[in-house]
């Protein structure tokens, strides 16, 4: 089963895995009801040091990838129910649509950029902070459901993230780079590094169909 989340609810950590990364992948699947509503996760205690992804009232999405300065990708797909997203990172590109790419149900998609995307993930400690359920930095809650929510510190070949968009468990996608993979059955907690989770009142909720 997966994770519902509304007002004062959420699942949380510390997360350091990811700091200074030059290449990264976050992925995971989210439900939203309906559209105006708020749905977010990864390390955003300030905009200016921010990993994460976040469906936003105004329909659109955003990948944040703040280091010491605002910096996104953002689309606009408009959509309901179930859908899977990710971005790939790769600090070592010059451009910001070289360095942050954008995928939905594992396709690509072109985005628009905000500031620099820059050459490496913050380490400064507000980006230690792992939320899913809470924007932490815009003082919004989420409205909607998680699962299968990973990270890798590498770039996920489009084929990989394919994969994950077709509903392959993340442990079956470049597991020697995976250093997150919380998929929201039954227990919480992280099945890849074992990092303590608080649970702040998260509900049950359907789980979307994915292979072991």
Same mark, same amino acid.
Request: charged share 10%; hydrophobic share 40%.
């Given at each position: ?11 949380? =950590?510390? +997360?350091?895995?990811?700091? =200074? +990364?030059?290449?990264? /992948? ?11 509503? %708020?749905?977010?996760? =990864? ?11 976040? @469906? #936003?009232?105004? &329909? ?15 689309? /606009?797909? !408009?959509?309901?129910? #179930? &859908? ?6 790769? *600090? ?7 360095? @942050? ?9 072109? @985005? /628009? ?7 490496? +993930?913050?380490? &400064? %400690? ?5 939320? !899913?359920?809470?924007? $932490?930095?815009?003082? $919004? #809650? ?18 990989? %993230?394919?994969?994950? *968009?077709?509903?392959?468990?993340? !442990?079956?996608?470049?597991? $020697? ?21 608080? &649970? ?13």
């Amino acid at each position: 089963m997966a994770r519902a989340t509304t007002t004062n609810q959420q699942i949380s =950590g510390t +997360l350091t895995a990811h700091n =200074g +990364l030059a290449q990264f /992948s976050m992925a995971g699947w989210l439900f939203r009801a309906v559209n105006g509503t %708020v749905q977010a996760w =990864g390390t955003d205690e300030t905009a200016d040091h921010n990993t994460s992804f976040q @469906l #936003w009232s105004d &329909n659109k999405v955003y990948f944040n990838l703040s280091n010491g300065s605002v910096a996104y990708g953002v689309f /606009s797909p !408009i959509v309901t129910g #179930w &859908n899977h997203y990710c971005f790939t990172f790769d *600090g070592s590109q010059s451009g910001n649509a070289n360095r @942050l790419k954008g995928y939905i149900n594992g396709l690509n998609v072109v @985005l /628009s950029y905000s500031g620099t995307i820059p050459s490496t +993930l913050s380490s &400064n %400690v507000s980006n230690q902070t792992l939320r !899913i359920g809470r924007a $932490q930095s815009a003082n $919004q #809650w989420s409205t909607g459901s998680f699962a299968e929510l990973a990270m890798w510190a590498s770039v996920l070949s489009s084929n990989e %993230v394919a994969s994950l *968009g077709k509903g392959f468990s993340p !442990i079956m996608v470049a597991p $020697q780079s995976l250093i997150l993979n919380m998929p929201l059955i039954n227990n919480i907690q992280d099945v890849r590094s074992g990092i303590a989770l608080t &649970n702040t009142s998260t509900t049950v909720a359907a789980h979307p169909r994915v292979y072991a």
